[in-house]
């Protein structure tokens, strides 16, 4: 088999098994990383790099994989803009938290959040108590959106942070 074409085929297997194995484990498993989490992916990527280019360890090997790797990304990100059952089944639905300032426990049972994440991302957005959580919701990307109500002016304010370090659930 031809040297490049090798590395393509390769990149594009260790690329599809990476993407089943994140969809298979809980995608957001990614989204808030330790010290474990990054070290599994230093791990992960040294692992699958040998799979991607064999025994042709020279710069272009080397960039025909990551180039592989950046198409087949793009390839699967139209699919998904094009395709809302394969974006569905690529990404979970948001998961409603909070409503009214009532606690839905098996939300959070589902998503493996715990009570004390909860709050300590309600305080992050600037609410002090659930009970004055109109509405706080897990995005698809694991970061947790509060729509809370301001007790002094009676008025409903919405913040959303990106976190640098997002939100694990399996």
Same mark, same amino acid.
């Not at 074409?5 to 957001?28: E, T």
């Not at 698809?140 to 959303?160: A, F, L, M, P």
């Given at each position: +088999?031809?040297?490049?074409?090798?590395?393509?085929? %390769?990149?594009?297997?260790?690329?599809?098994? +990476?993407?089943?194995?994140?969809?298979?484990? #809980?995608?957001?498993? !990614?989204?808030?990383?330790?010290? #474990?989490?990054?070290?599994?992916?230093?791990?992960?990527?040294?692992? =699958?790099?040998?799979? @991607?280019?064999?025994?042709?360890?020279?710069?272009?090997? #080397?960039?025909?994989?990551? !180039?592989?790797?950046?198409?087949?990304?793009?390839?699967?990100?139209?699919? +998904?803009? *094009? *395709?809302?059952?394969?974006?569905?089944? @690529?990404?979970?639905?948001? =998961?409603? !938290?909070? /409503?009214?300032?009532?606690?839905?426990?098996?939300?959070?049972?589902?998503? /493996?959040?715990?009570?004390?994440?909860?709050?300590?991302?309600? %305080?992050?957005?600037?609410?002090?108590?659930?009970?004055?959580?109109?509405?706080?919701?897990?995005?698809?990307? #694991?970061?947790? *959106?509060?729509?809370?109500?301001?007790? /002094?002016? /009676?008025?409903?304010?919405? *913040?959303?942070?990106?976190?640098?370090?997002?939100?694990?659930?399996?």
């Amino acid at each position: +088999m031809d040297p490049i074409l090798s590395v393509v085929v %390769r990149s594009l297997c260790v690329y599809l098994f +990476m993407v089943i194995a994140i969809r298979l484990f #809980g995608k957001n498993q !990614l989204s808030q990383l330790n010290a #474990g989490d990054v070290v599994l992916l230093l791990l992960i990527s040294n692992a =699958v790099q040998n799979a @991607m280019v064999g025994p042709d360890t020279s710069l272009q090997g #080397g960039l025909i994989a990551a !180039l592989v790797l950046f198409v087949a990304n793009f390839i699967l990100k139209r699919l +998904m803009f *094009s *395709s809302s059952s394969f974006e569905s089944f @690529m990404e979970e639905d948001p =998961v409603i !938290l909070i /409503k009214d300032g009532v606690l839905d426990k098996q939300a959070l049972n589902k998503v /493996k959040i715990t009570k004390d994440e909860l709050e300590e991302a309600i %305080r992050e957005h600037g609410a002090d108590k659930i009970e004055n959580v109109k509405l706080s919701i897990l995005e698809v990307d #694991g970061n947790i *959106s509060v729509i809370s109500e301001d007790e /002094k002016n /009676k008025q409903t304010r919405y *913040s959303r942070i990106k976190r640098k370090n997002k939100r694990k659930y399996y």
